[in-house]
């Protein structure tokens, strides 16, 4: 299952250069996770200070 990032997100880019597939980008003020991309490793939800990013 691909991770998802909430409205909880500050836009840090914490998150951003953790992906080794790149699947996180900046749109519409916060970060996503484009789900096609995501290979559910985890690594941004380590990353993420506030604990905006969750396994769908």
């Known amino acids: 299952m691909a991770y998802v990032i909430s409205d909880s997100c500050v836009a840090c880019g914490s ?8 699947a996180i980008s900046f749109a519409d003020s ?6 096609s ?3 559910s490793c985890g690594s941004c939800a380590g990353a993420c200070p506030v ?3 969750s396994e769908d």
């Not at 998150?15 to 790149?22: H, L, N, Y």
């Open 37 to 39: 991309v995501c290979i």
């Open 30 to 35: 916060k970060y996503e996770i484009d789900p």
């Open 15 to 22: 998150c951003e250069g953790q992906c080794p597939v790149g």
């Open 51 to 53: 604990g905006a990013i």
